[in-house]
């Protein structure tokens, strides 16, 4: 059983911060360096932070800085904690495996920022 439930986003001014969440299955999570992606409609599908499995990580230069990923093991769940938004971060936003992404997504969840 695959799993991949994003939760979190909502729309927000320029400047704010929203705090978006993953819950994976364990058959994906464990061992695997899990990571966050973004679409926006017309454009290809962009790694956004990606965390290792022990907990190193990588940004987009477009973010780095402003967003942070986390990941409890435990749970099996990422988590990525967004500030000072801009509306150019306007996009549906996945979770997925980091490096190899599976040819399956979740539904993803909407981050709008107005402007």
């Known amino acids: 059983q695959w799993q991949l439930v994003e939760s979190g986003g909502g729309l927000v001014q320029t400047g704010g911060s929203l705090n978006l969440s993953c819950t994976a299955s364990?058959?994906?999570?464990?061992?695997?360096?899990m990571a966050w992606y973004r679409q926006v409609a017309g454009r290809a599908r962009e790694e956004v932070a990606l965390?290792?499995?022990?907990?190193?990580?990588r940004y987009a230069d477009s973010v780095k800085g402003r967003f942070t990923i986390t990941r409890d093991n435990a749970k099996s769940m990422v988590h990525l904690q967004m500030t000072s938004l801009k509306p150019e971060d306007t996009a549906v936003y996945y979770c997925?495996?980091?490096?190899?992404?599976?040819?399956?997504w979740g539904q993803g969840t909407q981050v709008s920022v107005s402007s």
């Open positions: 364990r058959n994906i999570f464990n061992f695997n360096a």
């Open positions: 965390i290792n499995g022990g907990r190193g990580v």
């Open positions: 997925n495996r980091g490096y190899r992404p599976m040819d399956y």
